[in-house]
Antibody, heavy 122, light 108 residues
Framework: EVQLVESGGDLIQPGRSLRLSCAAS????????MHWVRQAPGKGLEWVSG????????GYADSVKGRFTISRDNAKNSLFLEMTSLRVEDTALYYC???????????????WGQGTMVSVSS | EIVLTQSPGTLSLSPGERATLSCRAR???????LAWYQQKRGQAPRLLIY???SRATGIPDRFSGSGSGTDFTLTISRLEPEDFAMYYC?????????FGQGTKVEIK
């Protein structure tokens, strides 16, 4: 079964750091670009970051650029999001999503995880 | 950044009726770079349509997409009870990738 399972979400204070993980299974992980998408409570979807299959192409939303870092470990079928200088407005459910293609900018997201919740509050 | 505006915000319809959802981009985007997703309450989004008009695997043929340039449409020909949900359009051809704000299809 094709599956993405996120972990690492937590309740955390503003200014602190957090690392999210996404474990992939049931498909050839390094055939696909991967993304993080977030959804604040009661709000719509916001693309956060994407990474190509070989990590050579990476992109970020302006709202997280310079604070978040996406990475992947193809040997471990895993995707990561390192989040620093967290703000209250980063509070959201963070989804891991698979790109249909090998790099982003050409294909939609065809597989989604169930998300991991990040709450930033003092 | 390419802004996508969806309308209407909410669509109130009865099962069996036709739903027409709009997604308008502030600048021209490639039809190959437009997708539609469905999200039910408490669930992750699901890909419905990509390249503006191609159905994703397993999507029933009552869902169809059309459009080009700046105007795109998702049509649900006859609403089934399971179709009442949120729908989002997305452009993925020009980073940063962006989503529309969503259209809620609710039971009238």
């Amino acid at each position: 079964e094709v599956q993405l399972v996120e972990s690492g979400g937590d309740l955390i204070q503003p200014g602190r750091s957090l690392r999210l993980s996404c474990a992939a299974s049931g498909f050839t992980f390094d055939y696909h670009a991967m993304h993080w998408v977030r959804q604040a409570p009661g709000k719509g979807l916001e693309w956060v970051s994407g990474i190509s299959w070989n990590s050579r192409a990476i992109g970020y939303a302006d709202s997280v650029k310079g604070r978040f870092t996406i990475s992947r470990d193809n040997a471990k079928n895993s995707l990561f999001l390192e989040m620093t200088s967290l703000r209250v407005e980063d509070t959201a459910l963070y989804y891991c999503a698979r790109d249909k293609g090998t790099t982003f900018g050409y294909d939609p997201f065809d597989i989604w995880g169930q998300g991991t919740m990040v709450s930033v509050s003092s | 950044e390419i802004v996508l505006t969806q309308s209407p915000g909410t669509l109130s319809l009865s099962p069996g009726e036709r739903a027409t959802l709009s997604c308008r981009a502030r600048q021209t985007i490639s039809s190959n770079s437009l997708a539609w997703y469905q999200q039910k309450r408490g669930q992750a989004p699901r890909l419905l349509i990509y390249a503006a008009s191609s159905r994703a695997t397993g999507i029933p043929d009552r869902f169809s997409g059309s459009g080009s340039g700046t105007d795109f449409t998702l049509t649900i020909s006859r609403l089934e009870p399971e179709d009442f949900a949120m729908y989002y359009c997305q452009q993925f051809g020009n980073p940063p990738l962006t989503f529309g704000q969503g259209t809620k299809v609710e039971i009238k």
